[in-house]
Nanobody, 121 residues
């Protein structure tokens, strides 16, 4: 079992920044894929930043968000800059066994409880 606990969400104005953290009981090394997903009301959960064999970003956040890991602390981060109102969503940390990453949430074995991000215009 892997426990994931997110933190760092909140409310910010457009153009602002937030950093999300995901404390993991294990699986933060490159032998497993970890990533960030988000889900806005009425929409499907979407992958936005994944880190495993390589690091990839969704087009909607590329150039604004940065995913990183601190293996010593077993923590995954998501630095979010230049936030937009359309970034408003519940953000989830996820992990899967294996270093290949997938955009579909169905491939992930473990999930955190989520942290809300609200961006006002």
């Amino acid at each position: 079992q892997v426990q994931l606990v997110e933190s760092g969400g909140g409310s910010v104005q457009a153009g602002g920044s937030l950093r999300l953290s995901c404390a993991a009981s294990r699986y933060t090394d490159s032998s497993n894929c970890m990533g960030w997903f988000r889900q806005a009301p009425g929409k499907e959960r979407e992958g936005i930043a994944l880190s495993g064999a390589k690091t990839v970003y969704a087009d909607s956040v590329k150039g604004r968000f940065t995913i990183s890991k601190d293996n010593a602390k077993n923590t995954l981060y998501l630095q979010m800059d230049s936030l937009k109102p359309e970034d408003t969503a519940m953000y989830y940390c996820a992990a899967r066994v294996g270093y290949f990453c997938y955009w579909s949430s169905t491939h992930y074995n473990y999930w955190g409880q989520g942290t809300q991000v609200t961006v006002s215009s």
